[in-house]
């Protein structure tokens, strides 16, 4: 390690053990969503039956279907506690932290159905994170029968309560305080107010504590107003009498049995001050910057006086080439400059497209043209995908996956070099991109199914072929690459996962990864990546492939809902569905062929993932040596945990309702 390296790790350590000290003391909390963006924001919450979905929290779950909003209950809550008291000193009583929350709600009906609106949205302070089972209804995923008016519930709730389930409740309107119960021990009609909690209009609330009395204010000159005059209600409360010192923030709602709505969450920020409960921790705050002045003057002075030496600003970082070269079968490492000069210093005009991690760019290596992909330097989530890829990838070789050609990480750029596809993406292709005008050719049926069945054997290498099973984790068109005869080949690994025990078949995350439309219905429920939600992706793709529909909603609102598939299940019901055929193929294909690929697509979407048939099993219906798996008339209800099937054909485990239980040793990379 160079002296550089030394004096920063040496930094390092100093200073988080200064501050670990400091932050004892602290207990506050502080931060602001002024929206919630799927992939940058779901890392900080956790969510229960819950999501991010069109930059808004969705506290319970917004499905494709009325029916399958009925009777669920939700939970979004920020994922760092907050300190809200402490231990005064010898008689004194317990220091008490205030807070300010202010977000923004929308609580509408459900765009479709005749269901009558209810039951509630609540801001809520608890000691427990985890969602009550059978909280939905009345409840509002606040409490349940067993710990309704219990002093464990530990629980405050802020309800904004948009139906009378007892005789208690003032109205279908109204706002209440709860205590470990959902008997609210204040609560005031919004009507006299001129509010309506399920109007669908977005309504600014603000939730105060100043340590003794807890307040509510509400927008009293219009709906659209963020003014707030006095509180529509208050109430003194020593919230240490009912709560633990440390406590988790956030929304629980609920929607009951006949009664559905859409319960949102808009925009969030949250303030707490801090607990000073020992004036003689005063030093250390003096201490860490002067600590830290003093290692970062002893760091400069080994830097200046360093050694010159290639790679210096490798080792302030080392990481990342350290777990891509303790990998097998890395691929070739470039330098930079050759990089830049491949690309013309990624000359925009060669700017092959842009996604959410990066931006990829024709370059030109010896003879050779290939695709370099520069990931975003100030994206955390890139560097993550960067190792995953070139980790991941650089280990696989199949004839329909995109050929990882090398990498590079040098002065803070990460770079992967691909071979290059002449004609880019399959969901241009299939949707027709109008600027490129007639110079993109019609997909033929023989095409169609060509890129269908490649995908698939691709598929099968990376769950049944390869070292490792791999989980590629986002099946899409636009990660499915055409080279120039029009042959499939996956691409975009950065989200894939490798289970190291051939046993396993999941990979558990913190996050939920995908993209919507695309995500099983589980997905969302046990933030794991399987075998079958590989499968239900794929699904997804050859509907997609055959029917050139997007994924999603036919109005594309709410990507999340899978539009397209329950589209094509009811033309399947009705005996239809060769209607769902894409018009483009001008009905040049055999009618029991496609036919039979579209029931397949539809095996592969099943809501249960114990009825989705295996990579294996897809292949042998696409060669004509299996029927397709029966699949039912009426689409199923998603209903979890599902009952897994008692074996499979081809001997492939599953990822069984009995296995929730987190696992620590099946790790990706």
């Not at 309506?196 to 939730?207: A, E, H, K, M, W």
């Amino acid at each position: 390690m160079s002296n550089l390296g030394f004096s920063l790790l040496l930094t390092r350590i100093f200073v988080i053990a200064l501050f670990s000290i400091a932050l004892t003391k602290v207990g506050c909390l502080d931060f602001s969503f002024p929206s919630f963006v799927d992939q940058e924001d779901e890392n900080s919450f956790i969510f229960q039956n819950s999501n991010i979905i069109k930059q808004a929290i969705q506290v319970t779950p917004d499905l494709s279907k009325p029916t399958l909003l009925l009777n669920q209950s939700g939970r979004a809550l920020y994922k760092e506690q907050f300190r809200l008291w402490g231990k005064g000193k010898g008689n004194q009583k317990n220091v008490m932290a205030s807070f300010n929350s202010t977000f923004m709600l929308n609580i509408s009906p459900f765009p479709t159905g005749n269901y009558p609106l209810g039951e509630g949205l609540s801001f809520i302070l608890t000691s427990d994170p985890t969602l009550p089972k059978n909280s939905q209804g009345k409840w509002l995923g606040i409490v349940n029968d067993n710990t309704n008016g219990s002093s464990q519930a530990q629980i405050l709730a802020v309800e904004f309560d948009t139906r009378k389930s007892y005789t208690e409740d003032i109205d279908d309107n109204h706002v209440g305080l709860d205590l470990n119960s959902i008997y609210s021990i204040k609560q005031v009609s919004l009507t006299d107010y001129g509010l309506n909690l399920s109007s669908g209009s977005n309504l600014t609330i603000r939730v105060q504590y100043d340590g003794k009395n807890i307040s509510v204010f509400v927008p009293l000159v219009n709906l659209t107003s963020t003014n707030m005059n006095g509180p529509v209600l208050t109430l003194p409360l020593n919230l240490s009498d009912y709560l633990p010192e440390k406590v988790y923030v956030g929304f629980a709602g609920s929607t009951g049995e006949n009664n559905t709505e859409l319960n949102c969450v808009l925009s969030w920020h949250f303030h707490s001050s801090d607990i000073d409960e020992n004036p003689n921790l005063l030093w250390v705050w003096i201490a860490v910057p002067l600590a830290v002045v003093l290692l970062l003057g002893v760091a400069l002075c080994l830097y200046l006086t360093r050694p010159c030496c290639k790679g210096d600003l490798e080792e302030a970082y080392p990481m990342i080439e350290d777990q891509i070269q303790g990998s097998s079968m890395v691929p070739k490492k470039f330098q930079l400059k050759e990089l830049r000069r491949a690309t013309s210093n990624f000359n925009p005009k060669n700017k092959l497209g842009k996604g959410g991690f990066g931006t990829v760019y024709k370059g030109v290596i010896g003879d050779k043209v290939v695709a370099v992909k520069r990931v975003s330097k100030d994206s955390r989530q890139g560097q993550q995908e960067f190792i995953a890829e070139v980790t991941t990838i650089g280990s696989l070789s199949h004839r329909n996956l995109v050929k990882l050609i090398g990498w590079c990480y040098e002065s803070h750029e990460l770079l992967i070099v691909y071979e290059f596809m002449p004609n880019g993406s399959l969901d241009k292709f299939i949707f027709r991109d109008e600027k490129l005008g007639t110079e993109i050719p019609e997909l033929r049926w023989e095409r169609r199914r060509s890129i269908i069945f490649g995908v698939a054997q691709a598929l099968d290498y990376l769950h049944n072929g390869c070292e490792k099973r791999v989980l590629h984790r986002d099946i899409k068109s636009s990660n499915i690459m055409l080279d120039s005869e029009f042959n499939a080949k996956l691409g975009d690994f950065g989200l894939a996962r490798t289970i190291q025990q051939s046993e396993k078949t999941h990979h558990t995350t913190r996050e939920i990864a995908g993209t919507p439309g695309y995500m099983a219905p589980e997905s969302f429920l046990t933030g794991r990546a399987t075998v079958e939600t590989d499968v239900y992706a794929f699904g997804v793709l050859v509907l997609e492939v055959i029917s050139g529909r997007k994924p999603g909603n036919q109005n594309e609102e709410n990507s999340f809902t899978n539009g397209m598939v329950l589209w094509i299940w009811g033309l399947h019901s009705n005996g239809m569905i060769l209607d769902a055929v894409d018009s483009k193929l001008n009905e040049e294909f055999e009618d029991d062929e496609v036919g039979c690929i579209l029931v397949l697509g539809l095996a592969c979407c099943h809501p249960n993932p114990h009825e989705r048939p295996s990579m294996r099993t897809i292949l042998k219906v696409l060669v004509g040596e299996e029927d397709p798996p029966m699949v039912p008339v009426e689409v199923p209800a998603f209903v979890w945990p599902s009952m897994p099937l008692s074996f499979k054909e081809d001997g492939e485990t599953t990822s069984h309702a009995a296995q929730l239980t987190p696992f620590t040793e099946s790790t990706g990379r």
